[in-house]
């Protein structure tokens, strides 16, 4: 029988991200509402917290590229995400 083993060790917080990238964290929050589990984002939750957006290695690949994207298309317009 073969079991499936999730293979994500650690993920990096969008905090994080923004400064590792020098970009602002809400317009990279607005970037990120776009990315679903498969893309490498996922949702972290501690005590008292309501949760923060963190992203495996191959997450911060794909904002990378959507990052990369919007900023050689400023005619696209980035979907906005609900107020917090």
Do not use: C, S
Request: hydrophobic share 35%; net charge negative; charged share 35%.
């Amino acid at each position: 029988m073969t079991t499936h083993l999730n293979k994500v060790h650690h993920v990096t917080t969008i905090t994080q991200v923004a400064r590792d990238l020098g970009e602002d964290e809400d317009w990279l929050r607005d970037v990120a509402n776009e990315m679903e589990i498969e893309d490498g984002a996922i949702w972290v939750y501690g005590v008292g917290e309501g949760g923060i957006r963190a992203f495996t290695d191959f997450g911060i690949e794909r904002l990378t590229e959507m990052i990369r994207f919007y900023k050689e298309n400023l005619d696209v317009r980035i979907r906005r995400r609900p107020p917090d």
